[in-house]
């Protein structure tokens, strides 16, 4: 018995049964409708969101024997022919195997004359962005005067790349990603059409690993029905898809609500043992935070079959909605994060330490320093060395009277206009900058920013000063300055008495004209 793909077997035939596309279908109905065509269509979207696929309806809409509507009957000759796809009038062109202006202007003379079987002769252009540049040119002159039976359906998932000219004539529609929801209700409605035992955890994961693309659910779905023996069950299919149950992570966020680091330490180095991936791992805390969210605000919206769905809404009661909004951040922060990180586990712990460390609970236990070996890839100081860092994040960086320092740490104009200061007075919260009165202009103009720069780095709650005077030689400016002069009277004093240099001067009449210490630092 031979199998047809369901993606192929449960492609949409007609306007009613595209999912999620509502707001193009009404608008291309209506146009249908109406009369109100246009000779060159273009449909952007991921891969997987159905732009072929409506491009075919379309086809059809203008085709069906029964007349131009949004309705085509399915069983005329042409409905039925452009179904299998071999519909004389019907032009398909994959445009990232067919680039060439030669292909192109073949394709396009064709365009002149009129259709053999249908009313309209449709040109489908999938991947148009992939088109040569002679290609879109030998597509524009034909765009500019199309023949009155003529109809181009472009589609793209990469819409920047189509030039400006043919945009201009197109009529463009977007095509939405499916949200997992509603792309797991249209595999229930696939599988109860196939008489396919399934549990539905099983198509929440399928619609989850498929991204929004209805083809990759299905072709997912033909995998776990091959992998599951005719059915579709939660734990083979997670198998199948190297998914692993986000409950895993419950402790994780435990640990946080209970604000215990040796417990979050704990159950890190728990995930590190199952050698499960540092980065999935972060993906699934980041989904867990978001159905927490969710919970918070509306419970409903919960999925009923979301694994451990009691103890993730008992969580969700015990965390502010701000902290669950702060954590989210902090783990899609974390897992941008983890390929400049020293190694993959102390990326990952040192994003759990960093929610540690902004939880809201007043006190937060560290581990006596005692860390324990996990394994080849998590070295032993991680843990150690992360705990440690973690309380220093929230704290003010304390100003130790280094003015030289600190103003080296600035960037742009302010970096300039304090290389011009000295420090004339300094407490713990508070800054006096001196600089001579000749630069009372760059003060007005860079003064605040330099403000708000030094706020940035020390405490927004500073007091910084400005006044003008005459300077003692301890700006920054001056002592780089001092320290240049001294390297360039040391180079030139060791140039001048090379022997060599002298042997030159002495017996060729040469003259040294241009000495530089080696490695100059920056100003
Ligand atoms: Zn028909």
């Known amino acids: 018995m031979s199998y047809q ?3 192929r077997k449960w492609r949409p035939k007609s306007f009613a049964e595209l999912i999620g596309q509502e707001h193009v279908v009404r608008a291309l109905s209506n146009a249908l409708e109406q009369g109100r065509l246009h000779h060159a269509y273009l449909f952007t979207g991921t891969r997987g969101v159905g732009k072929t696929t409506l491009a075919r309806i379309l086809a059809r809409c203008l085709n069906c024997e029964a007349g131009v509507s949004a309705k085509p009957c399915g069983i005329c000759p042409a409905c039925q022919q452009i179904e299998a796809g071999r519909f004389v009038d019907l032009i398909e062109i ?21 259709p053999t079987a249908g009313r309209y002769k449709v040109y489908i252009i999938d991947e148009v962005h992939m088109l040569s540049k002679n290609a879109f040119n030998a597509m524009l002159k034909t765009l500019e005067e199309p023949p009155a039976h003529v109809v181009f359906v472009l589609a793209t998932t990469d819409p920047q790349k189509v030039p400006v000219t043919v945009l201009s004539r197109c009529l463009q529609f977007n095509l939405k990603q499916m949200p997992p929801g509603q792309v797991a209700n249209h595999l229930r409605t696939v599988l109860d059409g196939e008489g396919i035992a399934y549990e539905p955890g099983a198509l929440n994961l399928l619609a989850r690993a498929a991204a929004g693309s209805m083809r990759d659910a299905l072709s997912l779905t033909d995998q776990a029905i091959a992998y599951g023996s005719g059915e579709v069950h939660e734990q083979p299919t997670r198998d199948m898809l190297g998914t692993v149950d986000q409950a895993y992570l419950l402790p994780l966020l435990e640990a946080l609500a209970d604000a215990d680091g040796p417990r979050l330490m704990r159950e890190a180095e728990a995930i590190a043992e199952r050698s499960l991936s540092f980065d999935a791992a972060l993906q699934d805390l980041a989904l867990l935070l978001q159905q927490m969210a969710l919970a918070q605000t509306v419970p409903d919206a919960v999925a009923d079959d979301v694994p451990e769905r009691a103890r993730l809404c008992a969580l969700a009661e ?14 899609t922060l974390g897992r941008r994060d983890l390929e400049l990180a020293p190694d993959e586990y102390a990326g990952f712990t040192m994003t759990l330490l960093r929610m540690l460390a902004f939880a809201p609970a007043g006190e937060i ?58 420090m004339a007075d300094h407490g ?7 600089l001579p009165a000749d630069q009372k202009s760059l003060l007005d103009s860079l003064g605040e920013k330099l403000k708000a720069a030094l706020r940035k780095l020390l405490s927004p709650a500073v007091r910084i000063e400005f006044e003008l005077g005459a300077t003692s030689g301890a700006a920054p400016a001056e002592i780089v300055g001092r320290q240049q002069a001294a390297r360039q009277a040391e180079a030139e004093a060791s140039v001048m008495n090379d022997p060599f240099v002298q ?21």
């Open 318 to 331: 015990r965390t502010g909605p701000e902290t669950v909004q702060l954590y989210y951040q902090i783990a």
């Open 503 to 523: 042997t030159m001067v002495r017996d060729f009449d040469a003259t040294v004209t241009n000495i530089k210490p080696i490695g100059e630092p920056a100003p």
């Open 365 to 422: 236990r560290f581990a006596a320093a005692k860390p324990k070996v996990v394994g080849a890839s998590a070295p032993i100081g991680s843990v150690q060395i992360a705990a440690q860092a973690a309380p220093a994040i929230a704290t003010v960086a304390a100003f130790d009277g280094d003015w030289f320092a600190l103003s080296r740490r600035l960037t742009g104009g302010v970096k300039q206009l304090a290389a011009l200061c000295e």
């Open 5 to 7: 793909v369901l993606a």
């Open 428 to 434: 713990a919260n508070f800054l006096k900058l001196r």
């Open 94 to 114: 994959d445009a990232a195997s067919y680039t060439g202006v030669d292909n192109m202007r073949e394709v396009l003379e064709n365009a002149q004359y009129a």
